[in-house]
């Protein structure tokens, strides 16, 4: 039997590995530093997508899914080659950003994927197969699989239109938006619909319909939202909306087939990991009225214009909505535990950052006073991230070898 704690375990050295590279970056503006700030985000990016927030995923799932199957052999076979990528790219992109070593490690991850999704999809047991909750995941999945067709594009477009090319940033943007919007959100909604599931709730069929159908029109129309940069034809606009509203109707759709059932999510989650389910949850209504706005051609640009908006954007996504949601699971299977000090620790320091990072984009925007000493303020509070971490990590570790 393979203990999954020291599978999260693992994922979480990579959480706390990132919160250092993340602080690395944010003093980046305020001293000089011997490195490469595009190498390192480049290390810091990939690690947190594909070795934590993955890790932490596919954890989940084979927990829930694939237990039962009896291929623990395989699935150790998949991990192993898994954290070689992942451990290949953290130590290729600092020092040579994408180059032949970073680029070889990346891509056999993209393999490591889609053995995870053939093995998933292929091994489940069949008494799972016609719940809906399997249905995201396999959905969740497949979004995996497709995401990839921008790294696979990255090559070629360098090859002949070189990184100058709209085509570079839209494979990356590609990759990026099937991952967080795709991967991501479906997988955390699988696992989120399994814990009704497991508690005996019923949910109409037509519904579960409505909804499938909606989420899915979002993740693919939004994708136009990412190419608005470029001040694309009118359509493209039009099209991001639609998907943008369908995204909203979907989440509209979720609060109405969940609002009668929110008293088992309190029942059966702790205090901690049910705050951190309702702080996500708020902040993905966020999420859904600023992809609203930026369908406007004016407000488009203006994103475009001022990166800070969009660093603040990504960081709400993953920080503020996918790993709380992440952690609140990952406690409800017990697979680790939340201490209270990483909890405040952590949420003061999103609130903070998040704060400063736009209202540097407002105040550029709207010509409201800026500070001298923001990236000191902005690197400071940051720090807070690499201690909390810290305390989840260590804590974790202490735990699993008590356990032992």
């Known amino acids: 039997m393979i203990n999954l704690k020291k599978h999260i375990g693992i994922a979480l050295a990579y959480f706390f590995i990132v919160a250092l590279m993340g602080i690395l970056l944010r003093f980046y503006f305020v001293t000089s530093l011997p490195f ?8 810091h990016s990939h690690t947190a997508l594909l070795g934590w927030i993955y890790l932490g995923l596919t954890t989940l799932i084979y927990r829930i899914f694939l237990v039962g199957a009896q291929k623990h052999k395989r699935y150790k076979y998949i991990f192993l080659f898994t954290n070689i990528c992942i451990v290949g790219m953290m130590v290729t992109f600092p020092f040579q950003g994408y180059a032949l070593y970073s680029i070889i490690f990346s891509t056999l991850f993209l393999f490591a994927s889609y053995w995870f999704s053939w093995f998933a999809i292929r ?4 008494h799972f197969k016609k719940r809906f909750s399997w249905k995201l995941i396999k959905t969740s999945l497949w979004y995996l699989v497709f995401s990839s067709i921008g790294p696979w594009t990255i090559g070629g477009v360098m090859a002949t239109l070189g990184p100058e090319s709209i085509w570079y940033k839209t494979s990356i943007y590609f990759y990026l938006h099937f991952q967080y919007n795709g991967w991501f959100i479906l997988a955390l909604l699988g696992v989120l619909f399994y814990i009704f599931e497991e508690n005996g709730v019923q949910f109409k069929q037509e519904k579960l319909t409505s909804f499938f159908m909606l989420i899915n029109f979002g993740v693919l129309f939004t994708l136009f939202l990412s190419v608005l940069w470029f001040v694309p034809p009118t359509v493209f606009y039009i ?9 909203l109707l979907a989440f509209y759709e979720l609060y109405l087939l969940l609002k009668g059932n929110f008293k088992i999510l309190q029942l059966t989650f702790s205090s901690r990991a049910f705050f951190l389910l309702k702080l996500a949850a708020t902040l993905f ?11 406007f051609p004016y407000y488009a640009t203006l994103v475009y214009q001022l990166k800070d908006f969009v660093i603040g ?19 409800y299977f017990k697979l680790l535990n939340i201490p209270k000090s990483f909890l405040w620790l952590f949420i003061f320091g999103l609130a903070t950052t998040e704060a400063l990072i736009f209202y540097k984009a407002l105040a550029v925007w709207l010509g409201l006073p800026f500070f001298r000493d923001f990236y000191i303020y902005l690197a400071v509070l940051s720090c807070l991230f690499p201690v909390a971490t810290g305390i989840l990590f260590f804590k974790h570790l202490k735990s699993f070898y008590l356990s032992d």
């Open 36 to 43: 490469n700030y595009k190498f390192l985000l480049h290390a």
């Open 123 to 126: 091994q489940v047991p069949e």
């Open 239 to 247: 099209l991001g909306l639609m998907g943008a509203l369908a995204q």
């Open 285 to 295: 209504f966020v999420k859904l009225f600023m992809q609203i706005f930026s369908a």
């Open 313 to 331: 954007y990504l960081h709400l996504v993953f920080l503020g909505i996918v790993i709380p949601t992440l952690l609140a699971f990952l406690q």
